[in-house]
């Protein structure tokens, strides 16, 4: 998911963004929220944007550092700046402050348990009337989960758009080319 995530920001999503962050006097400030490695927040950065913070569980810190590290060169070339961050879903900051542009979120969702304490982050990150926009590649992978997951953004007020028409692997006749399921999904709060 993250990878499919990756490439939406490449293939379909990069140019609205850029030309959008190249017009206003605003930084694209950007955090993903991760569980593998950060990936579309490295190519987020890769891509253009000012400033990328990856977020995990502190015990997978030191493999995002070490993804930092290996691009460090490249995203020195986009001057970008990209660190790591902790960010416990069941403890979230009582507080963002209208921090981010973009909030990214991939391979996040996949047990029941996880869908509330992610809404609710998400609620911070992105508070009602804020211009933030939420990515969100999503796998449906049981339907407990699925059906919460809805619900609970719904219930949070967040305005859902998707998922959007997009082909990351190509166009062999199956949804993203590999036979997974891939949603990306924006959402915004009024």
């Known amino acids: 998911m993250s990878l499919g995530l990756a490439r939406y920001l490449e293939v379909d999503f990069a140019l609205t963004w ?6 206003s006097d605003e930084q694209s400030r950007l955090t993903f929220i991760t569980r ?3 990936l579309a ?19 997978s810190l030191p493999w995002c550092n070490e993804s930092i590290a290996l691009n460090s060169g490249a995203l020195a070339q986009e001057q970008s700046s990209v660190r790591a961050e902790a960010l ?18 991939a391979d996040v969702v996949w047990l029941v348990e996880l869908v509330l304490p992610f809404v609710r982050t998400l609620e911070v990150l992105a508070p009602p009337g804020s211009s933030t926009s939420i990515i969100f590649s999503y796998q449906r992978r049981g339907a407990d989960a699925d059906t919460e997951l809805w619900s609970r953004l719904k219930e949070a007020q967040f305005n859902v758009e998707g ?14 080319g590999s036979g997974i399921d891939l949603g990306i999904y924006i959402l915004k709060r009024p």
């Open 163 to 176: 998922p959007l028409t997009f082909e990351p692997f190509g166009t062999d006749g199956e949804k993203d």
């Open 18 to 23: 850029m030309m959008r962050c190249l017009d």
């Open 41 to 59: 927040g490295i190519s987020a950065g890769l891509l253009g944007a000012s400033e990328v913070v990856l977020t995990d569980l502190p015990y």
């Open 88 to 105: 416990d879903w069941f403890a979230p900051p009582a507080v963002d402050l209208n921090r981010w542009s973009v909030v990214l979120a």
């Open 36 to 38: 593998v490695q950060g």
